[in-house]
């Protein structure tokens, strides 16, 4: 399987800019013959914008069928994030498409930030789905936070072979190059996730500085992430300008043990569970 | 040509205000009497021409520049040798900035530090041409980020101020930023790309750069507290005690060596196109989107043409025909895309009525602020001794107190 961790440039209320970036990233990715392209969390309006609450659209809707659309043409399975509008609420949601341009999974974030408060609501329910690539689990970004990965365990749980995580991780604006800011927060938990499960997780960050919302004097920085059961095998560059196309080969696991065999399977590597 | 003054009959505006002055064009380069303190010899030519002919004396190119350049960047790397950078480059992915970090790897072979500026306006062609110019010349990118409230707000600030000044804050900071990464990493030389004989010599008060004017602008139209200065990390601070620190307890010094270079921008771009996969902007300037305003802004309430004052730099240095820049003074210049602008009302989180309101206020320029201008101004004559015996740099000297004398 051949992902592209589309690290892509978000600005804040700029929906038709932000598309049309993730269009010639899709179309490059596609170029590599890439069979999926993981792009970031709320990638029309940027994260926690307060356009979104205005602006957002339906799911499917016109952002939705631009992707779909675009699967269908070049051929490749798309996961991203899109702020939601459902009746009279508002979700922060991903979406995986395969290459007929179906939306063939949605999720919405669950482990919501309590400044997300005012604009999305908390999901309810996790979902897995089955597809030529293997079998996919989607969540999104502080849904695989150290203290919430129960939601990562349950995707685990339920087969998942590969988990995608549309993101867009943040650190505050004095943070430069020299600096490591996602250690305990991201690849710690990730590497657990994937080492307990055999599982591989992947996550696209946006870039870009924040302008709007609760989160302004904060940025998005990159360095994107996958991880395995041996640790990282793919990182985006630190860049909070421009965005960064990396390509992974990737094997999917082949471990078929399910249900309580699971939980047997972990004892034995030496995980206890104390009630 | 486009004509300045159509709206009021026969009279000039100069800096936004109407005055008595007589509509003049210089018969050298292509500016006119709506450039603040232009005056004009017998001959017709301008003062900035005569400045510029000044400088061209005291920043030789040619073989005399080069062995300049070759003194100078001998003493870089000597002062270096022990350290992991040479110098810093300030970069903004813009044409000039680009090519200096070539100039100053491929050509000198030095070990630059880049560092960038983000102040929330970024084109993002220009980001991916930092980051790949960056990537093949091997060289390390440090990004100094500004808080966006404080950012904001100063752009803010500026428009309430109702001086040309409107990116000051932008340019503190990436002066600022330039000098927090040079004494952190104890780097003793920051150079940056610019060239007055391409890019022209502004009056005063379209560019007037000071510290103490933003902090004292920002007092009077903000409540929010800029964050304290810090020497590693300056924020907007760039005051006169600020420069004091970085320069003389510091000793960092800054220059801007395509001065002394036979610098042909189309042959620059061309080679930094070939060789580090830059993609132009899509128009001078254009590596920071808040320039659709700021032309918006300049050209309606001001009557500045900034690029006016660059054309003629190009007339002088013969790399456009005074024809062609006639033509094209006071035109609509392409970076006022309406919907960029409409992204920079959006960015600040202002409304199109508001930025209309602060249109209609009254035009100033720095001199009606405190400024360190205004103390400065009665030693003039204590400078220009100082800058006879070489202790303050001649054109410093000229800049602020002849080509400028009767600063409004």
Known sequence: MKLALGQLLVEGGEPQRNLERARRMIQKAAAQSCDIILLPETLDFAWTHPSALVENQTIPGVFSDFFCHLAKEFKIFICLGLSEKAEDKNYNTAILINTDGEIILKHRKINLLEVEFPFYEVGQKLEVVDTILGKIGVNICADNYGDALHLGHALARMGAQIILSPSSWTVDYHVTEIDEPYYDKWVKPFQLLASMHEIIVASATSVGYIVGGPYEGKKSIGKSLVVDKNGILAEGVFNEFAGDLQIVELEISKNNIKGTQIGQSLKKKGYRFDL | ?408
């Open chain 2, 1 to 408: 040509m486009n004509s300045p003054f159509t709206q009021v009959g026969e009279k000039v505006i100069v800096n936004g205000k109407i005055t008595d002055i007589e509509y003049q064009i210089c018969t050298r380069c292509c500016q006119d009497a709506t450039i603040p303190n232009i005056k004009f010899d017998e001959s017709g030519e301008c003062n900035y021409c005569h400045f510029h002919d000044m400088m061209t004396e005291i920043f030789p190119n040619g073989e005399k520049g080069k062995q300049i350049l070759s003194k100078l960047f001998a003493e870089v790397k000597k002062k270096g040798k022990a350290k992991k950078y040479d110098c810093v480059a300030g970069i903004s992915g813009g044409r000039d900035s680009i090519y200096l970090l070539y100039f100053l790897v491929k050509i000198w072979g030095l070990r630059p530090l880049a560092v960038h500026f983000n102040d929330g306006f970024d084109n993002p062609v220009a980001g991916e041409n930092m980051v790949n110019a960056c990537r093949i010349l091997g060289v390390e990118l440090r990004t100094i980020t500004s808080d966006w409230r404080e950012a904001k707000q100063l752009k803010i600030d500026f428009l309430k101020a109702s001086t040309p000044d409107l990116n000051m804050g932008t340019d503190i900071g990436i002066a600022s930023s330039l000098y927090g990464v040079a004494a952190k990493e104890n780097i003793k030389y920051v150079f940056i790309g610019q060239s007055f004989r391409t890019e022209g010599i502004k009056p005063l008060s379209w560019a007037f750069f000071d510290g103490d004017y933003l902090r004292n602008v920002h007092q009077q139209f903000s409540d929010l507290p800029l964050r304290k200065w810090k020497p590693f990390d300056p924020g907007f601070h760039l005051g006169v005690k600020e420069l004091f620190y970085y320069t003389v307890i510091k000793g960092i010094y800054t220059y801007t060596p395509l001065y002394y270079w036979d610098y042909i921008r189309p042959e620059a771009q061309r080679i930094i196109e070939n060789e580090l996969e830059w993609v132009y902007p899509g128009a001078h300037y254009f590596d920071d989107l808040y320039h659709s305003l700021i032309k918006y802004v300049h050209r309606v309430k001001f009557n500045i043409d900034m690029n006016m004052n660059s054309d003629a730099a190009l007339v002088r240095s013969g790399f456009l025909s005074r024809e062609e820049a006639l033509k094209r003074a006071h035109s609509i210049y392409q970076i006022e895309d309406p919907k960029v602008i409409d992204l920079c009302i959006k960015r600040l989180g202002i409304t199109r009525n508001e930025l209309n309101e602060w249109m209609a206020l009254p035009p100033k320029t720095f001199i009606d602020y405190p400024t360190m201008y205004n103390w400065i101004r009665p030693f003039r004559w204590l400078i220009k001794i100082a800058s006879h015996f070489n202790f303050v740099p001649k054109v410093a000297y000229y800049k602020y107190f002849v080509l400028n004398k009767d600063v409004k």
